[in-house]
């Protein structure tokens, strides 16, 4: 930081530095003053460098490894030490305010919740470093007080979670997935089956084993290019503008429903792509579980801070908006997935 008068070699010259600062408060000024400037320059805040200089460490140890040399100590050389920090600017609008619930059209949707999201793995600094949650007054169900601009969904999306690329840990996944697809086959063994958000892919390629056909989308685009190249039909293409009319007999939403702005849209558009008697498959989290509310009462719930969703479902309220656009409830089970999640099955009527 270039603050060498801050370097203290003892408790007791530590202490003697905190108080000295603490009782001139025009030396203290100097000094916050002085680390504002060095902000933008100095080696401690500028984490490109430090990634830079970390990766050629483990480079460096790869390389040690692969030469059949034992474990040694070395040195990272850095070249950049006064690399500039780049200035982020944050968005002026990153949501879309709702002015209704997006269930049931309530005008009365009050403040419930305010969550950092600052620690989100796909957190960016041009993205508010809070989210804020509505509850409405008529149906009960919660949601986000908006949902992202396009802009604001661009800068989201330029990143993938680990687990949510095509492949990531296919052989674990495999065995979750067969019990999802078990499932489903009770209700409907074959057709054409279409994994909305195939994230790793695992369902999708689960319900292939069992014999269907199976078609992936996904709003990531090197998801789907991975899916093509594996020989699978898949799309990028939103919900709502897949061309297909009662084609699917097995429309599988694992941890979707929560994501989009407009749930009773996204289900309509399900709705005309599946044959009768077709089954839908709902897999996300339930805010009405002992696990939820133990995890709201110490305060380490994570879905609240949860940068990608837009809604919180409980069973009750997702079966009934199930039944509003054409479906028939089925079956109900614990997910497997993810924390205290649920798996819904309803058939179309």
């Not at 030469?67 to 949501?95: G, W, Y």
């Not at 039944?323 to 798996?343: D, L, P, V």
Request: charged content about 25%; hydrophobic content about 40%; some cysteine.
């Amino acid at each position: 930081m270039d603050l060498p008068e801050l370097i203290t070699h003892s408790p007791e010259e530590y202490a003697q530095a905190a108080l000295t600062l603490a009782l001139d408060k025009g030396r203290l000024e100097q000094i916050r003053h002085k680390l504002a400037e060095q902000r933008q320059t100095a080696p401690l805040f500028d984490s490109h460098r430090y990634a830079r200089n970390l990766e050629s460490s483990f480079e460096t140890m790869v390389d040690i490894m692969r030469s059949a040399e034992a474990p040694r100590p070395f040195v990272v050389v850095d070249n950049q030490s006064k690399a500039p920090i780049e200035t982020v600017m944050p968005l002026e609008n990153t949501r879309t305010l709702y002015d209704k619930c997006p269930l049931c059209d309530g005008a009365d949707i009050p403040h419930q919740i305010e969550a950092k999201v600052t620690n989100h793995p796909l957190y960016k600094p041009q993205l508010p470093p809070t989210m804020k949650w509505c509850a409405c007054s008529s149906c009960g169900h919660v949601f986000t007080e908006g949902y992202f601009t396009p802009e604001a969904c661009e800068i989201i999306f330029a990143a993938t979670h680990g687990n949510q690329k095509v492949g990531n840990d296919a052989e674990n996944q495999r065995k979750v997935s067969a019990k999802m697809v078990e499932r489903v086959a009770r209700y409907v063994p074959n057709g054409d089956w279409l994994d909305i958000g195939v994230g790793n892919g695992s369902l999708l390629f689960t319900a292939a084993e069992w014999g269907f056909g199976a078609v992936g989308t996904d709003l990531r685009t090197e998801n789907v290019a991975k899916l093509r190249n594996l020989g699978f039909e898949a799309y990028s293409d939103d919900i709502e503008d897949i061309a297909a009319v009662e084609r699917f007999s097995v429309v599988s939403m694992a941890d979707v429903l929560e994501h989009v702005p407009f749930p009773k849209r996204s289900l309509a558009a399900v709705h005309r792509m599946m044959r009768p008697g077709g089954a839908l498959f709902i897999s996300m989290p339930n805010m009405d579980s002992i696990i939820w509310r133990v995890l709201d009462a110490t305060g380490t719930n994570p879905y609240w801070g949860e940068l990608e969703h837009y809604h919180n479902f409980t069973r009750a309220r997702l079966v009934q908006l199930l039944e509003t656009q054409g479906f028939k409830f089925a079956e109900y089970n614990i997910s497997e997935r993810y924390r205290t999640c649920m798996e819904v099955i309803a058939l179309k009527v």
